[in-house]
């Protein structure tokens, strides 16, 4: 059967060129104002901050158009799932939620149902839902978030599905509306796309090329932050040290450091540094402005050389460890976090041994961890592999039993001490408590009065858990 729309290509999204990237300036056509009078909008996101910012941006763009959002998918009549497909975990969940809708959409038929984020991006998973997810009417890429008017208003007159989803590098669009979920806390693009491609790695396909905001326009967000009262910036960026480099501007991620803390926002953050080219510049920033919190998050993916190689990862166990030992000494009191994949494919006992024995060496804060999970269209996906399941799961087991006792043993630090803490609200397990986090990102439970969202207060730590803190307000 002849397919009527245009699918997506991996292989297109792997081309990269040496070409700065085209800045554009978000406009919306007059006609499209006002289609979302009276109709009310749901968004549920998955994945990383990147996806979180990319909602806000989909809630920006429907607000303009006037629309509202709600509460549930019931009472919605646009739905968007903002998805993640760096594990296939991620991608059954997304698919079993849009299962799930069938019925809404059944019992509504005016319903929009819209797929977008990184499985948008994905071939074969467009292919799917074009055949078997019928109940989805839209499906936009990350490329392709302005079009959201377009692709409303289309659906709107042809009641036709709509697919537009480019598999290209990807320009730098400003000017884009964005209802941020937060009122305290901001993520801030300040580069997009990643031009690492490790080998078991989707993200490089789906977000296209490495590419840098003018520092302007990233220096005039976090200001107007400061103007509108937030307290914490996160900065985002696949590879945030990759900063500024295709700009060949002679400005790196250490430069924007020092220009975002002079903005004088209160807390200063950052994902994700790539162990590569973690330079001094970035150090000295670090180490000079005390609004950067003392957090960092650095990678490691695995203990051993040779699987780093195979990973294409571009450092070695030794290299890892000697910058890891670096920044311990120059960052003194900092918390470092890091990722683990364990079973790559063939990964020996030798190799995990060697992971285990990094997380014995750097003792890590915390660690996210993952069982390797092949992804189409990448290479490591065509690597061989002989290590069974089950294996790979004791493995987890292992490594996970020594994140925790990491994470406990330096938790231990804070007990009897008194932390600031910026406050998110509520605690989401209980509702007598207030929760948020500590400069190195610890999250803190905490008893106390007259405290809102936003504010930072000093509190006493009681009680210490491998993964939050419990505490009571300081009068
Ligand atoms: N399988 C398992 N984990 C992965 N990650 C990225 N791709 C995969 C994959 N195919 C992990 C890495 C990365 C984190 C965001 O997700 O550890 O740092
Ligand atoms: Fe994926 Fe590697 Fe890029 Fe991170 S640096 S997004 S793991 S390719």
Same mark, same amino acid.
């Given at each position: 059967?002849?397919?009527?729309?245009? /699918?997506?290509? /991996?292989?297109?999204?792997? #081309?990269?060129?040496?070409?700065?990237?085209?800045?554009?300036? &978000?406009?919306?056509?007059?006609?499209?104002?006002?289609?979302? #009078?009276?109709?009310?909008?749901? $968004?549920?996101?998955?994945?990383?901050?990147?996806?979180?910012?990319?909602?806000?941006?989909? %809630?920006?763009?429907?607000?303009?158009?006037?629309?509202?959002?709600?509460?549930?998918?019931?009472?919605?009549?646009?739905?968007?799932?903002?998805?993640?497909?760096?594990?296939?975990? %991620?991608?059954?969940?997304?698919?079993?939620?849009?299962?799930?809708?069938?019925?809404?959409?059944?019992? =509504?038929?005016?319903? $929009?149902?819209?797929?977008?984020?990184?499985? %948008?991006?994905?071939?074969?998973?467009?292919?799917?839902?074009?055949?078997?997810?019928?109940?989805?009417?839209?499906? &936009?890429?990350?490329?392709?978030?302005?079009?959201?008017?377009?692709?409303?208003?289309?659906?709107?007159?042809? #009641?036709?599905?709509?697919?537009?989803?480019?598999?290209?590098?990807?320009? !730098?669009?400003?000017?884009?509306?964005? @209802?941020?979920?937060?009122?305290? =806390?901001?993520?801030?693009?300040?580069?997009?796309?990643?031009?690492?491609?490790?080998?078991?790695?989707?993200?490089?396909?789906?977000?296209? #090329?490495?590419?840098?905001?003018?520092?302007?326009?990233?220096?005039?967000?976090?200001?107007?932050?400061?103007?509108?009262?937030?307290?914490?910036?996160?900065?985002?960026?696949?590879?945030?040290?990759?900063?500024?480099?295709?700009?060949? /501007?002679?400005?790196?991620?250490?430069?924007?450091?020092?220009?975002?803390?002079?903005?004088?926002?209160?807390?200063?953050?950052?994902?994700?540094?790539?162990?590569?080219?973690?330079?001094?510049?970035? !150090?000295?920033?670090?180490?000079? *402005?005390?609004?950067?919190?003392?957090?960092?998050?650095?990678?490691?993916?695995?203990?051993?050389?040779?699987?780093?190689?195979?990973?294409?990862?571009?450092?070695?166990?030794?290299?890892?460890?000697?910058?890891?030992?670096?920044?311990?000494?120059?960052?003194?009191?900092?918390?470092?976090?890091?990722?683990?994949?364990?079973?790559?494919?063939?990964?020996?006992?030798?190799?995990?041994?060697?992971?285990?024995? +990094?997380?014995?060496?750097?003792?890590?804060?915390?660690?996210? @961890? &993952?069982?390797?999970?092949?992804?189409?269209?990448?290479? %490591?996906?065509?690597?061989?592999?002989?290590?069974?399941?089950? @294996?790979?799961?004791?493995?987890?087991?292992?490594? *996970?039993?020594?994140? +925790?006792?990491?994470?406990?043993?330096?938790?231990?630090?804070?007990?009897?001490?008194?932390?600031?803490? /910026?406050?998110?609200?509520?605690?989401?397990?209980?509702?007598?408590?207030?929760?948020?986090?500590?400069?190195?990102?610890?999250?803190?439970?905490?008893?106390?009065?007259?405290?809102?969202?936003?504010?930072?207060?000093?509190?006493?730590?009681?009680?210490?858990?491998?993964?939050?803190?419990?505490?009571?307000?300081?009068?």
């Amino acid at each position: 059967m002849k397919k009527d729309y245009k /699918l997506p290509s /991996l292989d297109d999204a792997r #081309k990269r060129n040496r070409e700065l990237s085209q800045k554009l300036s &978000f406009k919306l056509d007059d006609k499209y104002k006002d289609i979302g #009078k009276g109709k009310k909008y749901f $968004i549920i996101t998955h994945g990383c901050q990147a996806n979180q910012r990319d909602s806000e941006t989909m %809630a920006g763009i429907l607000d303009t158009l006037g629309y509202e959002s709600c509460d549930s998918e019931k009472k919605a009549d646009v739905i968007i799932i903002n998805t993640c497909a760096v594990r296939k975990g %991620a991608e059954d969940k997304v698919l079993g939620e849009v299962g799930a809708l069938k019925r809404l959409k059944y019992n =509504k038929p005016d319903l $929009i149902i819209c797929l977008a984020g990184c499985m %948008a991006q994905e071939e074969e998973t467009v292919k799917i839902i074009m055949e078997k997810y019928r109940q989805v009417d839209i499906i &936009f890429g990350t490329h392709n978030i302005t079009s959201l008017p377009k692709l409303l208003y289309e659906v709107y007159t042809t #009641k036709q599905r709509k697919i537009e989803v480019y598999s290209k590098m990807g320009d !730098i669009v400003e000017s884009v509306p964005v @209802t941020r979920f937060m009122s305290h =806390k901001a993520w801030v693009n300040i580069m997009y796309g990643c031009d690492k491609f490790c080998t078991y790695c989707i993200v490089p396909y789906t977000r296209g #090329k490495e590419r840098s905001r003018y520092k302007e326009d990233i220096i005039y967000e976090v200001e107007e932050l400061v103007r509108q009262g937030y307290k914490e910036v996160c900065l985002l960026g696949q590879n945030v040290n990759a900063y500024g480099k295709d700009l060949s /501007l002679d400005y790196t991620f250490g430069n924007l450091l020092n220009d975002v803390a002079a903005t004088g926002i209160a807390r200063i953050r950052f994902v994700t540094s790539h162990p590569w080219d973690f330079d001094d510049t970035m !150090i000295q920033a670090i180490k000079n *402005n005390p609004n950067i919190m003392p957090y960092i998050h650095l990678p490691i993916q695995s203990g051993n050389t040779e699987i780093l190689k195979k990973m294409n990862r571009r450092y070695t166990r030794e290299e890892y460890l000697s910058l890891f030992d670096k920044l311990k000494k120059e960052l003194p009191g900092f918390a470092f976090t890091t990722d683990i994949i364990v079973g790559f494919p063939n990964e020996s006992d030798e190799a995990f041994e060697d992971t285990l024995s +990094a997380v014995e060496h750097c003792q890590f804060d915390n660690a996210f @961890t &993952f069982i390797y999970s092949p992804r189409e269209g990448t290479p %490591a996906a065509k690597f061989e592999d002989k290590i069974d399941r089950k @294996t790979k799961e004791e493995r987890l087991q292992r490594l *996970n039993e020594r994140v +925790a006792y990491y994470a406990n043993l330096n938790n231990q630090k804070f007990k009897d001490k008194v932390v600031e803490v /910026l406050v998110d609200g509520l605690s989401k397990r209980n509702s007598n408590v207030y929760s948020g986090y500590t400069p190195e990102n610890k999250l803190v439970n905490f008893t106390g009065n007259n405290v809102k969202t936003g504010d930072l207060v000093k509190v006493r730590i009681t009680e210490v858990m491998s993964f939050s803190l419990n505490g009571e307000l300081v009068e």
